[in-house]
């Protein structure tokens, strides 16, 4: 089923939504919401425009290397989330040792990745998304 011209404004509207939260707060679920958007978005742009402009190969190659880096974030997010499920009664310490290895492996990967969100990136990448 082809998608509405609302249905596609609002994955681009969403896409800008998810960037600025995202870019703010990155919280596992604003991390997910983010990829799940700009994924969407690509799909999007190369089922619509088959001969695509640069601005949207700038688009693409801008989210996919956003996409990327959140990606580290998000794997980090779920491997700390698989490992609170567990339980090992004899292994308490070597469980809090690891949970403790990964948080700080995430907060190198968040530093990364906000390294790269500064607002010229964050407000050019929404140029993009609205001329797309």
């Keep these: 089923m082809p998608a509405t011209p609302l249905q596609i404004r609002e994955l ?6 998810r960037l600025a939260s995202f870019a703010r707060n990155p919280t596992p679920q604003n991390v997910h ?23 949207d190969k ?26 609170r499920s567990l339980t090992f009664p004899q292994e308490a310490r070597r469980k809090a040792r690891l949970v403790h290895a990964l948080s700080e492996s995430r907060v190198r990967s968040q530093k990364r990745l906000q390294k790269d969100l500064d607002k010229k990136l964050i407000t050019e990448t929404r140029r993009r998304a609205r001329r797309a």
């Design 12 to 17: 681009f509207s969403k896409l800008e939504r």
């Design 33 to 55: 919401g983010f990829r799940t958007s700009s994924r969407r978005v690509e799909a999007l742009i190369r089922e619509l425009a088959p001969k695509r402009t640069s601005n």
């Design 58 to 83: 700038k688009l693409m190659k801008r989210l996919s290397r956003l996409r990327k880096k959140a990606g580290m974030v998000r794997d980090i997010d779920a491997q700390l989330a698989a490992l």
